[in-house]
């Protein structure tokens, strides 16, 4: 039996700056360190990707995929460096060390470096491992020249396969054009994406949230898929279609070519379209928006994605009215669409519920083919 080849995407997040930690460090400390933020890395990663293996101070993934979608990879993969500055930032803070290792984590930075293509998965030894020409493509990346050619110390490097796979327009998402010389392979087009700017636009970015003292509903729901995928049922324009009563379509007017704060979707009713201002789009943990139905009535939701043992537990929470005009429309209105999102929501759990019993099937399934 020969195993077949799978398609998919080929993640390795990298931790730069630790070789010169070690050398000049207690390496105790060091590899505390080292432990605790891939962990972070990795954490942050899953669902969408699993681990292949852990390569020193770089972490090795993947997702089997003939299908991938730009706005979730770009979130995970850019929500990884986030999640990464945030645990370097709480460590150096927290720690009252003063070896050399604990004072030079600041020092830390990360590269994520995404390609799409082909590889076999082997059993070696008892361990699985992933082989192919694309394989070895993303590995010989990760010596590159962007930081001295871009002056970028942290950034993604996407492939051109995995741009055009993600259908992803990288101009319009300002992403810089670079080309690599790979060793047996020569000039490889890539993609970079400043992870450093995108980190200091996300911490000035303003938080708007509603809070349970804020709210005149409550809405709660449990799924059985981790937080990146519920978050995909509730926010992506497809998966909407399945289960919201009453919506015709749902298109999509993006900020900077990507969904976050300034995005405007248009949902299509039969009378008319209900509009929502994203005001605030912190993928996986939580969104809020501004809802305008047709009439004029408007109101601010923010729906939280919390992670428990079965899945998630999903929060919505509409804010009270600032005004007596939306008093007014929120008593006249107010208990007909909160019933239709309860309806909603039960079509969303018996959605969901078909989709990880169908993927559950398909895992189950040999996927190996005679020679």
């Given amino acids: 039996m020969l195993k077949e080849a799978e398609r998919g995407c080929l993640v390795i997040a990298d931790i730069t700056g630790y070789t010169g930690l070690m050398v000049a460090s207690e390496i105790e400390h060091a590899q505390d360190a080292l432990r605790d933020l891939i962990q972070t890395v990795v954490g942050q990663l899953r669902p969408q990707f699993r681990l292949a293996k852990l390569e020193g101070d770089a972490a090795f993934a993947y997702a089997i995929t003939e299908r991938l979608e730009g706005q979730p990879l770009l979130d995970t993969l850019e929500g990884a460096y986030f999640a990464f500055r945030r645990r370097l930032d709480a460590i150096s803070r927290a720690t009252t060390c003063d070896c050399n290792a604990c004072l030079r984590l600041p020092s830390l930075n990360l590269k994520v470096l995404a390609h799409y ?43 051109d396969a995995c741009v055009r796979a993600a259908g992803i327009d990288p101009l319009v998402l300002g992403l810089v054009e670079h080309e690599e010389q790979v060793e047996g392979f020569g000039s490889v087009r890539t993609w970079a994406h400043d992870l450093e700017a995108a980190w200091r636009r996300e911490q000035e970015q303003r938080r708007v949230r509603v809070r349970e003292r804020q709210a005149a509903a409550r809405l709660e729901l449990d799924l059985p898929v981790p937080p990146a995928s519920a978050w995909q049922y509730l926010n992506s324009p497809e998966l909407r279609m399945r289960w919201q009563l009453g919506v015709l379509g749902v298109t999509q007017d993006l900020a900077g070519g ?26 996986f943990e ?9 009439g004029g009535m408007g109101f601010v939701s923010t729906t939280v994605f919390e992670p428990d043992e079965a899945g998630t537990h999903v929060v919505i929470l509409i804010q009270k009215a600032s005004s007596a005009r939306e008093r007014a429309a929120m008593e006249a209105m107010g208990p007909l669409l909160l019933e239709m999102y309860r309806q909603s929501l039960d079509r969303l759990k018996d959605v969901v519920a078909s989709d990880v019993a169908a993927s559950e099937v398909t895992a189950a399934t040999p996927q190996t083919k005679s020679a």
């Fill in 117 to 159: 293509g082909t590889f076999v998965r082997e059993r070696v030894f008892g361990t699985e491992e992933l082989t192919g020409t694309d394989v070895i493509v993303v590995h010989r990346l990760v010596k590159n020249s962007v930081t001295s050619d871009l002056d970028m110390p942290a950034y993604l490097l996407l492939t």
């Fill in 258 to 283: 990507r969904q976050g704060v300034g995005m405007v979707n248009h949902c299509v009713h039969g009378e008319g379209a209900t509009l929502e201002e994203v005001l605030d789009w912190r993928p």
């Fill in 286 to 294: 939580y969104t809020t928006v501004r809802s305008t139905i047709p």
